[in-house]
């Protein structure tokens, strides 16, 4: 099959298409032929490299994906090929103790298509069974795989982590990526007032149209000297960051009384000073979150499916354009998501 791999960890130059083996089909997986992957800041980090990550190259990126299923395995008993399905991206053993709870995001070997395993950037993706959902009908193959990890991340950052309740207020920084834009819509099924912070006008202006009531350049503007204003200095009940060494300061100084912060990247760098006063002092708490649990991701389709979240669709690419979208991706210049097609009605694999 044809993908878009590592050849090693680096800048853009490692990233080559190739003919590399299909993957290999268990009795309890699903064979998907990819339509569309989409990006995340996740592919970036793995093809620079991460502490303690240790890939065999080729490597494969890309953790979203929608397709058609193509083939299953002889244990699958719910997916059927020639079905239109989309990818939840965590993948876990499914018999620990956390699995077996719902909390399979918390599983000792809980793996992420992409970064630990080969993903999506290529014509075919295996995943076990639990894995694969139905793709709504209403969504584009491109939409669809829009979808999974931002809406999961900004899902159990907002309602599970951050508790967020009706009629409170949210500072969501970096408004204009994918896991902001999918942060608003959330937000805003529970009526919460949305401070957006993003760089650039017209990403504000694309997150009002989302919802967003108020938005701050933070390339003009001074974030927190606008919250205090914006709150009359009371500050706001939760701050979605995931942007990290640049934005920690601010996020916690911005929080009321009471006030979470929710946090699932660093972007900007992992290392940050806090003032522990503030902690202790104003009763604030830090959630970190790591993608979502499977369930929360069949919770928030079912939001989906009624129209009630959106996915958002800045650009689509060819596979053979995934340097070029992750250089926008690297540059912040999109609202929303990246995407590349695959494959359009592609030939079946040979059996």
Not at 144 to 150: F, K, N, Q, W
Not at 206 to 226: F, S, T, Y
Not at 259 to 271: D, F, I, K, N, Y
Not at 289 to 306: F, S
Request: charged share 20%; hydrophobic share 45%; proline share 4%.
């Amino acid at each position: 099959m044809k993908a878009v791999v590592y050849t090693g960890h680096g800048s853009p130059e490692v990233v080559e298409v190739q003919e590399v083996p299909a993957p290999p089909l268990g009795p309890g997986d699903v064979l998907v032929r990819v339509r569309a992957a989409a990006l995340n800041r996740i592919d970036l980090w793995v093809r620079k490299g991460l502490p303690r990550l240790r890939l065999t190259f080729p490597h494969i990126p890309g953790a979203d994906a929608a397709g058609v299923v193509e083939r299953v395995g002889e244990t699958v008993t719910k997916v059927q090929p020639g079905a239109e399905v989309m990818i939840a991206p965590g993948i876990s053993c499914g018999v620990c103790a956390y699995c077996v709870s719902g909390q399979d995001n918390l599983c000792a070997d809980y793996s992420i298509l992409g970064e630990h395993r080969n993903g999506t950037y290529a014509e075919f993706v295996a995943v076990p069974e639990a894995n694969v959902l139905p793709k709504p009908a209403r969504l584009t193959f491109e939409e669809a795989a829009s979808i999974p990890l931002v809406f999961l991340t900004a899902w159990n950052m907002l309602v599970t982590n951050g508790r967020l309740r009706f009629g409170e207020t949210v500072l969501i920084w970096g408004a204009g990526s994918g896991v902001g834009s999918a942060g608003i819509q959330i937000a805003k099924l529970f009526n919460a007032r949305v401070i957006a912070a993003a760089g650039g006008s017209w990403k504000l202006d694309k997150a009002r149209v989302l919802g967003a009531d108020e938005g701050i350049d933070h390339r003009e503007q001074d974030v927190l000297e606008e919250v205090r204003q914006l709150t009359d200095k009371r500050g706001v009940d939760v701050v979605f960051d995931h942007v990290g060494a640049a934005t920690w300061q601010t996020s916690i100084k911005a929080l009321a009384r009471g006030g979470r912060l929710v946090t699932c990247g660093v972007t900007t760098g992992a290392e940050a000073v806090t003032d522990i006063r503030y902690i202790f002092g104003r009763r604030l708490s830090i959630h970190g979150t790591w993608m979502g649990t499977k369930g929360e991701l069949h919770e928030l389709m079912r939001l989906v499916d009624q129209g009630r979240l959106k996915p958002v669709v800045h650009a689509v690419f060819s596979l053979e354009e995934a340097v070029k979208a992750q250089e926008v991706m690297e540059r912040s210049e999109h609202f929303g998501k990246l995407v590349l097609r695959v494959t359009r009605n592609a030939h079946s694999l040979s059996r």
